[in-house]
């Protein structure tokens, strides 16, 4: 799979851009702030509904502009599609595949893309939601209805919540609470389905992330990773054993005003050598772990994804890894169809990989070379 033409119109700071991509790897070279980020970030969003950057669609319009357009032809094997998204500041958005209009799932369907960045770092050092929302891309890219149940979840946690906190001022006019069980229900099927999805997805992409960490690492590190739900199953099924945690949580999170049990409070335990890594492992160990996890997210998507091999993106993340990592990293990307590279100093990038380099400055496409 592959980009073949992308265009931009008034997305961050392009008023317009059109650029015709190849096979293989492809360099953006400028200065920070000047835009080649931002290029490979509109592919990432198509891909994803989202920026990896921005938690507001807005933030990708251009400053002064009412709406952006992107636009990309994806290739894959002998067929051609015609992604476009229309972000309005005001109103809903619009997406067309191929001229026809769509849901955006139908974009993560059709389009799967890899990113590291180096924001990735949170995946062993941050907080569980970064970890979490790693899970739920990669089970989402296995199966992508699974993204409009996690959108259910939330809302049904937030309606959940917003009740909690009505019984909380009330509960002394109130011991009614059909509506509180009526929650309950809903979230526990929603939860159910998160959490089977989330089970399956860890162990597939398990032992893909050993291959990949002893080969990146050049070590034999012990290294696992495994889901740490909330929920506590001993004898129950998880749907029972979540049910009757809400129930006995009921007093607490009404006292709370929010849901304290459910796959909203999961995470993955990511171990090294049997202690966790976001206290102990160092630098280049993290570093090798989130290549690792990455890295299997590639392989995964490869062998089980429905949307076939997936555009990898490396977002100035080079500059994050020493000559080693860099060697490994680059070795791994072998025989990927298409790799997208940011980089602010050309020379941070392993020279296997500088082959084609577009140099980037203001918002605007200069020229491309053959390093």
Not at 317 to 324: G, M
Request: glycine share 6%.
């Amino acid at each position: 799979m592959r980009v073949q033409r992308l265009s931009l119109r008034d997305f961050r700071n392009y008023s317009a851009a059109d650029l015709d991509l190849r096979s293989g790897v492809s360099v953006f070279q400028g200065k920070n702030g000047q835009g080649k980020t931002n290029l490979v970030e509109a592919v990432y969003a198509l891909a994803h509904g989202r920026s990896h950057r921005l938690s507001h669609l807005s933030g990708l319009i251009r400053k002064g502009a009412d709406s952006t357009i992107v636009r990309a032809t994806v290739v894959s094997g002998d067929r051609s599609l015609n992604f476009e998204w229309e972000i309005n500041r005001e109103g809903p958005g619009r997406h067309q595949l191929s001229g026809n209009l769509v849901k955006a799932l139908d974009f993560s369907r059709s389009l799967s893309v890899v990113m590291f960045a180096p924001e990735d770092i949170t995946l062993i050092r941050g907080e569980p939601v970064a970890r979490r929302g790693y899970i739920d891309d990669v089970a989402c890219s296995l199966s992508p209805k699974l993204r409009g149940t996690l959108a259910d979840y939330d809302r049904t946690i937030k309606q959940r919540n917003s009740l909690l906190k009505s019984l909380r001022l009330n509960r002394r006019e109130t011991t009614d609470y059909n509506t509180l069980d009526i929650w309950d229900q809903k979230l526990v099927s929603l939860g159910a389905e998160i959490v089977t999805a989330r089970e399956n997805t860890v162990s597939l992409l398990r032992p893909f992330l050993v291959n990949r960490y002893a080969t990146i690492s050049g070590t034999n590190d012990d290294i696992t990773v495994t889901l740490h739900m909330s929920v506590t199953t001993v004898d129950a099924p998880y749907a029972q054993s979540f049910a009757d945690q809400l129930r006995e949580r009921r007093a607490d999170d009404i006292d709370r005003g929010q849901t304290t049990v459910g796959p909203h409070r999961d995470d993955l335990n990511l171990s090294l050598n049997e202690l966790p890594a976001k206290g102990y492992a160092s630098h280049g160990e993290s570093w090798s772990f989130v290549l690792a996890l990455r890295l299997a997210e590639l392989d995964l998507k490869r062998s089980h994804g429905p949307a076939g091999d997936p555009i990898v993106i490396l977002d100035d993340v080079f500059a994050e890894l020493d000559s080693q990592r860099r060697m490994h990293l680059a070795e791994s990307l072998l025989g990927v169809e298409q790799v997208l590279i940011t980089a602010a100093v050309e020379e941070d990038i392993p020279e296997s990989l500088r082959l084609f380099v577009t140099r980037i400055s203001d918002g605007k496409i200069l020229d491309e070379s053959v390093a």
